[in-house]
């Protein structure tokens, strides 16, 4: 299947401009720079104009203020900097296979595959990249403490963001409010939420 090029802002590409840098930190550095760049594409397909459109990387800072914020407040146990640095890498898997979303029709699978092939390279080059491919795929798996909280705050910032765009007018995002809904399974995360949801402009 041939896979739809990823929309994003003008400019050369974070993943291009690495070529020839003189060290693997530069270079993983500035293949980073493409994620300021793509669009994060769930939101163009609802109709969000380019110019209003959240980067992937600005998607990320967002998940990355909630853990802090929310783990000080809601979460004494977790382990907060394992959660903070799992946060600022989970979406580096698409510097290379882009913003794969479900209606681009890719299997959970192959996109998986993707993003490991591309956080990868990415990542393999550092000094500590094996520790850090290594918490990306905790974060995959899903399975300990941290991983399940951040998968659960990945959706509450994309309710958080849809809530934004709806009070600024442009669109009518209930389809996100329920996809997070569904995610969202903690009660001081799901009291978030309800806060979020009252937020959101009458109809």
């Known amino acids: 299947m041939k896979r739809r090029k990823m929309a994003m802002k003008g400019g050369i590409p974070g993943r291009r401009l690495s070529a020839g840098l003189p060290s693997a930190l530069l270079k993983s550095c500035m293949e980073f720079n493409h994620l300021k760049h793509l669009f994060r594409q769930g939101w163009l397909r609802a109709g969000i104009t380019r110019a209003r459109c959240?980067?992937?990387?600005?998607?990320?800072?967002?998940?990355?203020?909630?853990?802090?914020?929310?783990?000080?407040e809601h979460f004494p146990k977790i382990n907060k900097a394992k959660l903070l640095r799992m946060a600022l890498l989970h979406d580096f898997g698409e510097i290379y296979a882009g913003d794969i979303i479900p209606a681009d029709g890719v299997s959970l699978a192959r996109k998986h595959r993707l993003e490991k092939t591309s956080i990868r390279k990415v990542?393999?080059?550092?000094?500590r990249g094996r520790q850090y491919l290594a918490l990306w795929q905790e974060f995959e798996d899903g399975r300990t403490a941290e991983a399940r909280l951040l998968r659960e705050l990945d959706r509450l910032e994309m309710a958080l963001q849809a809530c934004a765009y709806e009070r600024e007018g442009l669109a009518d995002l209930s389809r996100f409010f329920a996809s997070a809904d569904k995610a969202v399974t903690s009660p001081a995360l799901r009291k978030v939420l309800r806060n979020i949801q009252r937020a959101r402009p009458r109809r």
């Open 123 to 127: 990542l393999g080059r550092l000094p």
């Open 54 to 72: 959240e980067t992937v990387a600005e998607h990320t800072l967002g998940v990355s203020l909630l853990a802090l914020f929310l783990a000080d």
